[in-house]
């Protein structure tokens, strides 16, 4: 970890012409300075396991900036523009919405990434994420989240761990009704689309 | 070998046969609802099972496991989402994007009038 490094992945983020790249690049140098490793989730992480369909607007990163950590950033070159961190020369928003990810740690997954690396959200929990955020509206399987959650089914359903997905759904059932009904339902939604289009 | 590919790959064998999933429950003496629950992966069947299986289909089978799955491209993702959802089926605009988030966008030529148009092209399409 160290901040010339992170000066490296960002200069290389400068110049990249990928936007998905550029994301993770970024994420990547946070991590080289950041005392929590941040975790890449929301629309960047479903770009990475979508193949780049969803078009996200900012880099979500789970995590933590400290107050004596501000300066440091500021000396990276990014400023401080209403919740987000923007970084002007590679022209990428961050977020951080939270501090830990909703799902499980050992999933996350760390990626190469120009001379750093990027840690993401597990696919799974990905999924399970898009399905939470399709409970506002589960019986509808054209909210963004449902499409959300079917474009990464679609695009890894091979790579998804179903019975985790599964036990994860059972036992938000069991402890959280309100949220864990609708989740099946948006699930069962999303799950019927999926296998629909397979059998194509 | 994850449940679903598994899955695929017997709804697979058992269409080549010619034979419903109906037709094979009676063979196995189980349920059609048994087998759309080992076909759509949402039971992992055992090796006896998978062997009753391709008995009742009629054709020798192989599995073959330790073997990664095959990577999948980025353009075999975006294949993918596009055959069901379509092309641009994510307009970054409709989350009223911050004004840094539309700088960003902007600087990627991601223009609100990119996603508008593409939406005014599929609706006259359907």
């Given amino acids: ?200 | 070998m994850d449940a679903l590919t598994l899955g695929r790959k017997l709804a697979r064998k058992r269409q080549e046969a010619g034979l419903t999933q109906a037709d094979v429950a009676a063979r196995m003496g189980t349920t059609q609802a048994a087998i759309s629950k080992i076909e759509s992966g949402r039971v992992l069947p055992s090796c006896l099972v998978v062997d009753r299986f391709a008995r009742a289909i009629g054709t020798p089978m192989e599995i073959v496991f330790g073997v990664d799955p095959r990577p999948v491209s980025r353009e075999e993702r975006r294949r993918r989402v596009e055959r069901v959802l379509g092309r641009d089926a994510f307009n970054p605009w409709d989350r009223d994007p911050a004004p840094v988030e539309a700088e960003s966008l902007l600087a990627d030529g991601l223009t609100r009038e990119r996603f508008e148009s593409q939406r005014v092209t599929s609706s006259s399409r359907g």
């Fill in chain 1, 1 to 200: 970890m160290s901040v010339s490094r992170a000066r490296e992945l960002l200069a290389q983020a400068g110049v990249e012409p990928d936007r998905l790249q550029r994301h993770l690049l970024v994420a990547a140098a946070l991590r080289e300075v950041l005392g929590r490793e941040p975790i890449v989730v929301g629309g960047t992480a479903e770009d990475l396991y979508t193949g780049d369909v969803y078009v996200e607007t900012d880099l979500d990163l789970c995590g933590w900036v400290s107050p004596e950590e501000h300066d440091l950033l500021r000396s990276l070159g990014f400023t401080q523009e209403g919740r987000h961190w923007f970084h002007a020369r590679s022209k990428i928003a961050v977020e951080f919405p939270e501090t830990t990810i909703d799902g499980d740690e050992a999933r996350v997954v760390r990626r190469a990434v120009g001379s750093g690396i990027a840690a993401v959200i597990g696919v799974d929990d990905l999924y399970l994420d898009r399905i939470r955020q399709a409970t506002v509206d589960e019986r509808n399987p054209d909210s963004e989240a449902a499409r959300a959650a079917l474009a990464v089914a679609l695009a890894s359903y091979e790579e998804i761990d179903w019975r985790y997905v599964e036990r994860l759904i059972k036992e938000t059932e069991r402890d959280n009704p309100p949220l864990g009904k609708p989740m099946r339902t948006a699930h069962r939604v999303v799950r019927r689309r999926l296998l629909a289009a397979l059998k194509r």
